[in-house]
């Protein structure tokens, strides 16, 4: 797969009352941004357990967005603050696995941003597009044999 | 209580009373100059003597200082009394023959000219103190006295000079009888006098006509007794004994269970949009000031009014100010349009002024509303589409001179018009309250891109929030009219009502679980969870999660190095199917 026509496969996960209801803004309000990201609800982003984005990474995925309410505006108090935590310690992680740590991203999203998450998502897709496919599978398949 | 006659009279009043109190119940009318009900009285200016019979013994006392007594026979109107009582003011004429409330007593009581002496004929004090007195008991202040003696007696500031104890409260050209105190301040201009403010001067006043409650307030910054520690004569008059200087600013606690925010906007400043010239053109007012000035209660009485008195001639009425304009605020703030059609009928009703409407669209949306603009086309006023750019007192031509001229792309005849106008009245928008964010992180809700309250589903949950049992109403949500605000808070009290009735509360089902069999007992869930809403039994070395305190945000159970933890409907199996299921396709 070239540069030109690689289309990156990005998975969100997002927090039910901020990022969630900013993406459904998006939709709702009809904008438009890369189609790439498959978005995956979850009540808060402090419920993103880090073993779904390394599930994510293993079945295929070039990216992983978490995406949750501003600080101090989670719905659950600071489930967002334990999400800032994880996303630090993982992508060290990552980095670790050899997945570059552009290929992982926290950001936040309010309920009324609409317009942010169409730039995440745009810049994001962007982003891994440049960084190329991840072939996690593959490569692993190489260290296997070896 | 004490019995006795005043002018035939028999009348039974308080012990302790003084006769002209006793009078002044019973509806006999004695004159008086030095005295006043909230200052002890002093007897100075003789003119409220009165004849007194008593034990046989009659004589002429003073009504204000001289206590009722059993027995006593009290005559008003007597030749005696008049007789005194004519020759004290006309003693008092000639001391102050310019004090016009002694003018007209003595021609009440027939005196045509005095035969004494005139020292002065330009003086008006009188001498009786009630201004010291006032000065000394009711403010506290004590900023003037008697100073000499005899002839030379006179009443003043320490040394003739502006005194420092002077709070400057004027309380002493109030209480003078005879108006021969004046007070100015420094520059010239008269001091707290009504014509200088648009709204009340007194300390104590009820804020507006329409104020809910109507009850009066104590404006401390103004009042008195908050300066001196004295005066308190609000509370001396008022019978009901309603009025209390020494309340404290309280923080109340109540417990409820529902909440409906409806904390209401805030208008747009004017003075942000400088080519407009608000607070530089003393003609360029604000939709709020206009609606103040054509009140009926308003200091014009609700007569429409240019700063120099006069009655303007051509109006103008800019739309949207702060409104839909990529500077300030891209919304429209939806009441303008009606508001500013309705100062055109009121200017059409109360003047004969041209009214100049500028506007970019027409937004007449509710019932009626667009009939109603139909009749204003009817009426005569000259509808102008354009966003005016600036106001302007350049005059170019003789009909410029002297008038604000607003500048305005026509954008139906395609062409830049000057309109000079005398007043311009700036409908400004609506805009979130100064502490809508912190409310927001008060009750934490969000807002939308707009900062005004996001409701949970604009077409589903219109007046809920994300926060369970918070609702909405009014312009805190958005800008609303007064019909479409009554129609929401009503929906809000509702919704509220309807949760408060119930008396219970679901739950959402997504509260996490834990599996007794899988837990360790590590407690690292125990510290992570905001709520406190899980616990460690001890007795079975397992941590424990109470259903009715857990929120369902999930973070213990992303936390679970045994995955003892699950939240329900979103267990890790789903979520691990659901990442599957993505890349199936």
Redesign the interface.
């Known amino acids: 797969m070239n540069e030109g026509t690689f289309e990156p ?1 990005l ?1 969100g996960f997002l927090c039910n ?2 990022s969630y ?1 900013g993406a459904d803004l998006a939709g709702t309000a009809r904008m438009i941004y890369a189609p790439n990201i ?1 978005i ?1 609800r ?3 982003s ?7 984005v390394l ?2 990474f293993k ?3 070039d990216g992983v967005l978490i995406s949750g309410c501003h600080p ?2 989670c ?5 967002n603050y ?1 999400a800032l935590r ?1 996303y630090k310690l993982l992508s060290r992680v990552l980095e670790q696995f050899g997945i570059e740590k552009e290929r992982f991203r926290l950001e936040w999203v ?4 609409g ?1 942010k998450f169409q730039q995440v998502c745009n810049e994001f897709t962007a982003q891994i597009k440049k960084l190329g496919p991840l072939n996690l599978n593959e490569r692993g398949d190489k260290h296997e044999r070896s | 209580m004490v019995h006795l006659t005043i002018d035939g009279k028999k009348i039974a009043v308080e012990e302790g009373q003084t006769i002209l109190q006793a009078a002044a119940k019973n509806d006999v009318k004695i004159p008086t100059l030095c005295y006043h009900p909230v200052v002890e009285p002093y007897a100075a200016c003789r003119v409220c003597l009165v004849e007194v019979e008593l034990r046989g013994k009659t004589d002429l006392v003073t009504s204000c200082n001289t206590k009722v007594q059993d027995g006593m026979d009290v005559r008003t109107k007597s030749e005696r009394t008049l007789q005194a009582r004519r020759l004290n003011v006309e003693m008092l004429l000639a001391r102050a023959p310019a004090a016009e409330p002694i003018q007209h007593l003595a021609k009440e009581l027939g005196i045509e000219g005095t035969r004494f002496e005139v020292k002065d004929p330009n003086e008006k004090c009188i001498l009786c103190g009630l201004c010291v007195r006032a000065c000394e008991q009711i403010v506290g202040a004590s900023a003037i006295s008697f100073v000499d003696r005899g002839t030379d007696r006179k009443v003043t500031p320490p040394f003739g000079e502006p005194s420092e104890a002077c709070i400057g409260c004027t309380a002493c050209a109030y209480f003078c009888p005879t108006g021969a105190i004046t007070c100015e301040d420094k520059y010239g201009r008269k001091v707290i006098h009504s014509e200088l403010h648009l709204g009340p001067t007194t300390a104590i006043r009820v804020p507006i006509r329409q104020a809910v409650p109507m009850v009066p307030f104590i404006d401390t910054e103004a009042c008195i007794h908050f300066k001196t520690g004295e005066c308190k004569v609000c509370a001396k008059v008022c019978d009901r004994e309603a009025v209390n200087h020494d309340m404290q600013d309280q923080v109340i606690e109540v417990d409820v269970g529902t909440i409906v925010l409806a904390s209401g906007f805030k208008s747009f400043d004017a003075s942000r949009i400088p080519a407009y010239g608000y607070g530089r053109y003393p003609n360029v007012i604000t939709a709020l000031e206009f609606e103040r000035l054509v009140n009926a209660s308003s200091p014009t009485g609700g007569k429409i009014k240019l700063a120099n008195g006069d009655e303007p001639k051509a109006v103008g009425i800019i739309h949207c100010v702060g409104s839909r304009d990529e500077h300030y605020n891209e919304y429209c703030s939806r009441v303008c349009c009606m508001y500013s059609l309705k100062f055109a009928h009121l200017i059409h009703e109360k003047t004969k002024a041209d009214v100049y409407d500028f506007y970019i669209d027409m937004r007449c949306f509710g019932k009626g509303y667009e009939e109603f603009y139909h009749r204003l086309l009817k009426e005569g006023t000259k509808f102008i589409r354009g966003r005016a750019s600036d106001i302007t007192d350049m005059g170019l031509t003789e009909k410029e001179e002297g008038k604000l001229i607003i500048r305005v792309e026509d954008t139906l005849l395609g062409t830049v018009r000057r309109i000079p106008v005398d007043m311009v009245v700036l409908a400004t928008g609506l805009e979130p309250g100064l502490d809508q964010n912190q409310i927001a992180k008060m009750f934490n809700i969000s807002c939308s891109q707009d900062t005004f309250f996001l409701e949970r589903h604009p077409k589903l949950a219109p007046v809920s929030t994300f926060s369970d049992g918070i609702f909405l109403a009014g312009a805190c949500q958005a800008p609303r009219d007064i019909p479409d605000t009554v129609a929401q808070a009503g929906g809000a009290a509702a919704e509220a009502l309807a949760l408060a009735d119930k008396g219970i509360f679901a739950l959402e089902p997504v509260t996490a679980v834990i599996n007794e069999e899988l837990c360790s007992g590590c407690q690292v869930c125990v510290g992570l969870c905001p709520f406190t809403a899980i616990t460690y039994d001890k007795g079975k070395g397992i941590s424990i999660i109470n259903d009715a305190l857990c929120k369902g945000c999930g973070t213990c159970v992303a936390a679970c190095p045994s995955a003892a933890s699950q939240q329900q409907h979103f267990r890790d199996a789903q979520i691990f199917a659901e990442i599957e299921g993505i890349f199936l396709v």
Request: contains cysteine.
């Open positions: 496969r998975v009352w901020c209801t498959r995956i979850v009540m808060c402090g419920r993103v357990d880090p073993q779904f599930k994510a079945e295929g995925a101090g505006d719905h659950y108090q600071e489930g334990k994880r309010s309920a009324a941003e317009i």
